[in-house]
């Protein structure tokens, strides 16, 4: 997983996470966090709980971009994208 790395305190300054690097990591974060669930969680797999997960291994600072639809939105999309679970949208 290169280029993802956990949150750490970058302090004043620090350039805010582009939505082009959001992507990479939470298209990346969401195959691995699938790779960690049950196999009935990967059928029907959980935005939420996703979410949860990216919280508890420091690496929420993802969901953290300029979005006209709302960072939340668009990383749903994702991890939908590369969970195959668009047909849900």
Known sequence: MSGVRPAHSPGLGAAPLKKHEAEQAIRSLSTTWAATVSENAKEHPSFSDFKAWLSSQSYS????FRSVMGA???AEMWFDQELKQTWRR
């Open 72 to 74: 939340d939105y668009d």
């Open 61 to 64: 600072h993802y969901l953290s």
